[in-house]
């Protein structure tokens, strides 16, 4: 039985989100919706063991994941982390060394220096790097085809683009895609602290790759515009340089990789809309949006209560924690019309794929958009009459809304634009 078919007659009380069974045909959107109607703020008890907590609130409305996302004073990213568990991934005063993991004043001053050095060059420079690697990845494919898109097609670009912003050779990229698959097993297997090997494997890698580009002294890469970068007499020293370096492997790529698969998945899906593309790519750009808002590929994060509040009529207590679900706010009808539906000339944008807005808004989205962009325009123009080929495979995953297989095929189509 799916999900969908049961979330009409389920005790909505009983039901335990973190469950794999309501994700496993994908994300339950029948059971948000009810959720959103019934039970915005519901309290979901935790029957699992290994938690440091008896249970969170789950948010699923729109407007409440854009309240909690904008108040840092009142809901934490850093007090006890970003997932149920504060040591998920890595113990938690190692965590804390990260962007995503801290509070205003920290956070502000930290953002402003990694703005003003990662920002401007990703958006303005990067399009014509992109398209040489996603026209180099297409190229290893497109003779056959048929080609499985998730490992062909996904996997490949967002780490080459990462690599090169970095400074990573690529043949390096396979010990990239080692660590990524390392930290997301950690993410998945709850195990407290369970990616610090991979962690202080990939730190060795990246402190060489850093001392090499400082020695190299180009003054265009990130290495060397992280160093000059300078806020109000502050800067970053090279340990802070190769923990940013850490998360972008944990932020920027399996997202990306998630956004492009689910993201065809669905156009494969809608075949009306595909054509709609085809016939007019000056509509891509849109469809990227729509793309953002329909996958809205990180399910949630979690914030804890620094004080006692209440929340949309719903008193919630100090420490308490509260679970964000952005897949459920990029559906809600109070935000959207007919929300359900697949569109790519909607032109509602305020999806919450990239966080619930304000301070932690994604620092990667200029980057993510422009790469989704390149990679919808190369595959629609080279990839003719694109079917799917088999069923898809998806990730075991409540909080990554994830394909790990996605069989196509397609006749070669023009190599030049
Ligand atoms: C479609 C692709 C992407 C999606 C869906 C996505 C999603 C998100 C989300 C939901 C957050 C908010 C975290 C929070 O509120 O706690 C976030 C933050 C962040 N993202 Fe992305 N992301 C994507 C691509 C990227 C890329 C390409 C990069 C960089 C290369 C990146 C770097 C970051 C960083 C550094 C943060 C932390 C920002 C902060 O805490 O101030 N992301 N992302």
């Not at 996603?134 to 056959?144: F, I, N, R, S």
Request: hydrophobic share 40%; glycine share 6%; aromatic share 8%.
């Amino acid at each position: 039985m799916t999900t969908t078919t049961t979330a009409d007659d389920v005790n909505l009380e009983e039901v335990d989100l973190l469950d794999f069974k309501w994700f496993q045909d994908g994300p339950p959107h029948a059971l948000f919706a009810r959720m959103r109607e019934e039970a915005p703020i519901r309290w979901n008890r935790l029957e699992s063991e290994g938690y440091p907590t008896d249970g969170f609130w789950s948010v699923t409305r729109h407007a409440d994941v854009s309240a909690i996302s904008r108040d840092t004073k009142t809901f934490s990213s850093h007090r006890a982390g970003v997932f149920l568990h504060p040591d998920l991934v890595m113990p938690l005063d190692v965590n804390r060394n990260l962007l995503l993991y801290k509070d205003p004043p920290e956070h502000t001053k930290y953002r402003k220096i990694l703005q003003t050095a990662f920002v401007p060059n990703t958006v303005n420079k990067l399009e014509t790097e992109i398209r040489a690697r996603v026209t180099q990845v297409l190229d290893q494919v497109v003779e056959a085809g048929t080609c499985d898109f998730v490992k062909d097609v996904a996997i490949p670009i967002p780490l080459g683009v990462l690599a090169q912003l970095m400074g990573i050779a690529d043949e390096d990229i396979p010990k990239l895609l080692h660590w990524t698959e390392g930290i997301e097993h950690a993410q998945m297997s709850g195990v407290p602290g369970g990616a610090l090997d991979v962690f202080m494997e990939m730190a060795g890698f990246l402190h060489a790759t850093i001392a090499e580009q400082v020695a190299a002294g180009n003054s265009d890469s990130l290495v060397m515009r992280m160093r000059a970068a300078e806020v109000d007499g502050q800067q970053l020293d090279d340990s802070e340089i190769l923990v940013f370096f850490g998360l972008l492997v944990f932020a920027g790529n399996d997202t990306t990789r998630n956004t492009t698969a689910n993201g065809l998945l669905a156009l494969l899906q809608h075949p009306e809309q595909l054509r709609q593309l085809r016939d007019d790519p000056s509509l891509i750009p849109n469809a990227v949006e729509e793309i953002l808002r329909y996958t809205s590929v990180v399910n949630y994060f979690v914030r804890t209560a620094t004080c006692d509040t209440e929340l949309n009529g719903q008193a919630i207590k100090e420490g308490d924690k509260l679970l964000i679900w952005y897949q459920s706010a990029s559906r809600d009808d109070d935000a959207y019309e007919d929300p359900q539906r697949f569109d790519v000339t909607r032109t509602e944008h305020d999806h919450k794929a990239f966080g619930g807005g304000g301070r932690h808004f994604c620092l990667g989205a200029g980057l993510a958009r422009l790469e989704l962009r390149v990679i919808f325009e190369e595959v629609l123009r080279r990839f003719d009459d694109l079917q799917q080929a088999g069923p898809e495979a998806r990730l075991e995953s409540v909080w990554a809304n994830s394909l790990t297989s996605l069989p196509v095929t397609f006749t070669p189509g023009p190599r030049e634009g």
